[in-house]
């Protein structure tokens, strides 16, 4: 048994604990009736002890539409945090955090501690922030979209050019040109209709790229179809433009050399996610890729801009001809808050 005077010095640590702690401390008996408060509570709220004392807390600092949660909270039997709005004595609302903590003798509650902390100034500084980043975000996706319009008049240019163009050469390097930069027209469009202006949904875009190269470069004699088999990835904006310039340059070169003189071929888009990889691979059914000309090949503009394409998502990079051309990237990828850092 502790003697009388380790009680009284336990009580008067206790006491001392409780004066002087700047968060505010409001003592409710088994009826929601304040006992005592501290100096906290009365610079938080406004109100002195004596105002209080024998009245229900609730009645005088709750919100009308706040007093059935502040029932239940009051009555709980073990202890509960939550962010209200409580109201001044000079009718001010203030947030807190609320920490009910139950007084339990013997099994029963006989009171409860009501502790409150002021997060005014962090809810201030909170709704700053978020303003600042709705701002920002409105601003990124107005850079987005006017990136997109800038882009649609230099394909506008493009095809005005291949119109008065007298060669077939020259008029297939400006369509080209023109599908290379519709592609990175469609990831700022995308990102523009997104909420997250960070990452670019591959199989969404994938698809739509895929189906407008499709409509574009179908040949009237041969039916080409499209496989597509895309993992749920999200990449950040600089792996994007990347892969879907490599998904142009390699579906276009199919449409235009792999089904000479055939009546159907397919071409299959697959991207994988691996343990900590990535495998995008593009294949198709049809001549293949030609055995005596390696060094033509390495040589094209089409194969010179694959690799460095390649080269710019770190990925390794291999083509072959395994019943038909086949393509394959493997490469890890990029975190957001990598690019920030590299940038």
Same mark, same amino acid.
């Given at each position: 048994m502790e003697s009388e005077e380790a009680l009284k010095h336990r009580e008067g640590l206790f006491?001392?604990?409780f004066n002087s702690s700047p968060i505010g401390i409001a003592l409710l008996n088994e009826h929601r009736e304040v006992e005592m408060v501290n100096d906290g509570f009365e610079q938080l709220f406004g109100y002195r002890e004596n105002e209080l004392r024998g009245l229900e807390l609730d009645?005088? &600092?709750?919100?009308?539409?706040? !007093?059935?949660?502040?029932?239940?909270?009051? %009555?709980?039997?073990?202890?509960?945090? +939550? $962010? %209200?709005?409580?109201?001044?004595?000079?009718?001010?609302? +203030?947030?807190v955090i609320i920490y009910a903590v139950p007084v339990v003798v013997e099994? *029963? +509650?006989?009171?409860?501690?009501?502790?409150?902390?002021?997060? $005014? @100034?962090r809810r201030k500084a909170e709704e700053q922030v978020r303003r600042s980043l709705r701002e920002k975000e409105m601003m990124l996706a107005e850079i987005h979209h006017r990136v997109k319009n800038n882009l649609a008049v230099i394909t506008g240019i493009l095809e005005l050019q291949s119109f008065s163009a007298e060669s077939e050469s020259a008029k297939r390097i400006l369509k080209d040109s023109q599908m290379r930069v519709n592609s990175i027209a469609m990831v700022h469009e995308k990102l523009y209709k997104s909420e997250d202006f960070s990452k670019v949904d591959i199989n969404q875009y994938f698809n739509e790229l895929s189906e407008i190269i499709q409509k574009t470069m179908s040949k009237g004699k041969t039916k080409v179809d499209i496989e597509l088999n895309i993992d749920s990835v999200q990449l950040p904006i600089t792996q994007a433009i990347p892969c879907g310039l490599l998904? =142009?340059?390699?579906?276009? =070169? *199919? #449409?235009? !050399?792999? #089904? %000479?003189?055939?009546? %159907?071929? $397919? /071409?299959?888009?697959?991207?994988?996610?691996? $343990? @900590?990889?990535?495998?995008?691979? &593009?294949?198709? @059914?049809? /001549?293949?890729?030609?055995?005596?000309?390696?060094?033509? &090949? =390495?040589? *094209?503009?089409?194969?010179?801009? /694959?690799?460095?394409?390649?080269?710019?998502?770190d990925a390794k990079f291999n083509f072959r001809n395994e019943c038909g051309a086949s393509f394959e990237f493997e490469f890890e990828k990029r975190e957001v808050e990598n690019n920030r850092n590299s940038s």
């Open positions: 006491s001392k604990l009645k005088l &600092i709750v919100p009308e539409q706040g !007093h059935e949660d502040a029932l239940r909270l009051s %009555e709980s039997e073990r202890v509960k945090q +939550v $962010t %209200e709005r409580r109201i001044r004595k000079d009718g001010t609302v +203030v947030d099994k *029963s +509650v006989v009171g409860i501690y009501g502790i409150y902390v002021d997060i $005014t @100034d998904l =142009n340059e390699i579906l276009s =070169n *199919s #449409f235009k !050399h792999a #089904f %000479e003189g055939r009546k %159907e071929g $397919t /071409i299959k888009i697959c991207l994988s996610k691996l $343990t @900590d990889k990535l495998v995008l691979k &593009i294949q198709d @059914d049809g /001549i293949g890729l030609p055995d005596d000309s390696d060094i033509d &090949i =390495n040589k *094209s503009m089409g194969m010179t801009l /694959i690799k460095t394409l390649a080269k710019q998502l």
